[in-house]
């Protein structure tokens, strides 16, 4: 299985690569759907049926409004030369990923290797959640009752982006 | 924006209705199949993305269909907090309890409160998701007029 999913991440990096450097930016943004429906399938190896469903369809609707977007504005991208101003921002980013690549290799070392236990909390969680929620996806029962305050944040930050992109998308005011 | 030919929009007629009655049914099975509100809200914002692709953006009136979506998306937010706050003060003064009776596990009406949840998630994420979409084609229109 590890294999598997060893393949299918190399393709996710090669169309994640391409579509970096893709000349049409048409292309690019369907290039760029190879990482999504990779990633349904590493869910569907990991057997997380769960998120392989949220995340097929969510990925779907993403190309489809990524591609509108791309043909309402150009299909080539625009490129500009670096002065200093530039220069000083691109040393600003790689100082600022170098960082972050350290701590995250700090905080991942003590997790276990992914699969090959459980963790934890999962083993409180698994052993009477049907008994006590009465539901029968394990799923929906941590994810609703176990975990409510999570899900309630979920669906506020859903509302709070959609606030954001009424505010900026609309250029003129209410009457 | 204008609508596609005849054979996008009789097939849009024949599948849009499938694809609404599928995510009912990943919502309202949420407790007992994978799925649930998140998933089946957006497989119903496809939906209605669908039919706006194919018959064009005169079919739903939209300027007032914003108004609606914005209504839905705020009124099933706020429902889900009023339910989760029902379990402070019905319950052991716990927000999220499960104060409803749960029956047997693996019927369609089990669970207590977690199928609210799904159901009232799901109109949330099905507006969100159909609002971000229908607010790119509405905003462009009204500069170009």
Known sequence: ?175 | MEGMTIIVKKTTQLIAGMIFMYGIYVIAHGHLTPGGGFAGGVIIAGAFILITLAFGSDFFKLVKEEMGTTMVESIATIIVVLIGSAGFLLGTKIFFNNYLPKGIVGDLVSAGTLPLYNIFVGMEVAASIFIIFLSLIIFKEESLK
């Open chain 1, 1 to 175: 299985m590890e294999l598997t999913i060893s393949i299918v991440i190399g393709f996710m990096i090669l169309g994640a690569i391409y579509s970096i450097h893709a000349k049409d930016l048409l292309s690019a943004v369907i290039t760029c759907g190879i990482v999504g429906y990779g990633c349904v399938i590493c869910f569907l190896l990991l057997k997380a049926p769960d998120l392989a469903i949220v995340q097929i369809v969510v990925e779907t609707i993403n190309l489809i409004i990524m591609v509108a977007v791309v043909l309402d504005s150009s299909r080539e991208e625009s490129y500009s030369k670096l002065d200093s101003q530039g220069y000083i921002s691109a040393i600003t980013v790689f100082i600022i990923m170098v960082v972050l690549l350290y701590f995250f290799t700090v905080s991942t070392r003590s997790l276990d290797v992914l699969g090959k236990s459980t963790l934890r909390m999962a083993g409180p969680y698994i052993e009477g959640a049907a008994a006590k929620t009465g539901s029968a996806n394990l799923v929906t029962g941590v994810v609703f009752d176990f975990r409510g305050y999570d899900t309630m944040g979920e669906a506020v930050v859903l509302v709070t982006a959609v606030l954001g992109v009424l505010t900026i998308l609309r250029l003129k005011g209410k009457k």
